[in-house]
T-cell receptor, first 116, second 111 residues
Framework: DTGVSQDPRHKITKRGQNVTFRCDPI?????LYWYRQTLGQGPEFLTY????????KSRLLSDRFSAERPKGSFSTLEIQRTEQGDSAMYLC??????????????FGAGTRLSVL | QQPVQSPQAVILREGEDAVINCSSS?????VHWYRQKHGEAPVFLMI?????EQKGHDKISASFNEKKQQSSLYLTASQLSYSGTYFC????????????FGKGTKLTVNP
């Protein structure tokens, strides 16, 4: 257990539905990241937060995706109007972020999304 | 740019050694190594900062050649528990905090 919690672990939805995932980072970590991982690939960066500020977003993050981190604690990732291509493992990671040398990211177990 | 990992897969017998390579076309600030078992979270192994340092963790060590933009992970006297997929994540620095991961190297250690 890395200390990063994600909920739910699995989500099955029908195409066109909206889904929301939650991530609880390690409590003292300022930075929170979202990645997406498909079969046979490494994690792909989606977005990251420094406290409550969203500082960088990937071009992979279409306008159907939105992420929030209110109050700089937990984060949510919402996908609207899901498509079959959204099926993947969504991973959350957190880091202390106090210096570049301490940007060790600890990952949660992920939420596996299946869009039917 | 996604780093290139080699080999894509390797099969070992317990006690054998292995080397996994990670190569980038971009100048790197740091390289992070993770191991992921099926259905589980990637687990952090080690971080190497630019400066050519080599770090070790039990019988797993790694090196980072910033001039060649390459890192290698060395697994010595492999154990069954080493099985999994190994990913390198590269950080280019300059204010960008994201990691760009390779496609992974699947390591299987057999008895």
């Amino acid at each position: 257990d890395t200390g990063v919690s994600q909920d739910p672990r699995h989500k099955i939805t029908k195409r066109g539905q909206n889904v929301t995932f939650r991530c609880d980072p390690i409590s003292e970590h300022n930075r929170l990241y979202w990645y997406r991982q498909t079969l046979g690939q490494g994690p792909e960066f989606l977005t990251y937060f420094q406290n409550e500020a969203q500082l960088e977003k990937s071009r992979l993050l279409s306008d159907r995706f939105s992420a929030e981190r209110p109050k700089g604690s937990f984060s949510t990732l919402e996908i609207q109007r899901t498509e079959q291509g959204d099926s993947a493992m969504y991973l959350c990671a957190s880091s202390l972020g106090q210096s570049l040398a301490k940007n060790i990211q600890y990952f949660g177990a992920g939420t596996r999304l299946s869009v039917l | 740019q996604q780093p290139v990992q080699s080999p894509q897969a390797v099969i070992l017998r317990e006690g054998e050694d292995a080397v996994i390579n990670c190569s980038s076309s971009k100048a790197l600030y740091s390289v992070h190594w993770y191991r992921q078992k099926h259905g589980e979270a990637p687990v952090f192994l080690m971080i190497l900062l630019k400066g050519g340092e080599q770090k070790g963790h039990d019988k797993i060590s790694a090196s980072f050649n910033e001039k060649k933009q390459q890192s290698s992970l060395y697994l010595t006297a492999s154990q069954l528990s080493y099985s999994g997929t190994y990913f390198c994540g590269t950080e280019i620095g300059g204010g960008s905090e994201k990691l760009v991961f390779g496609k992974g190297t699947k390591l299987t250690v057999n008895p």
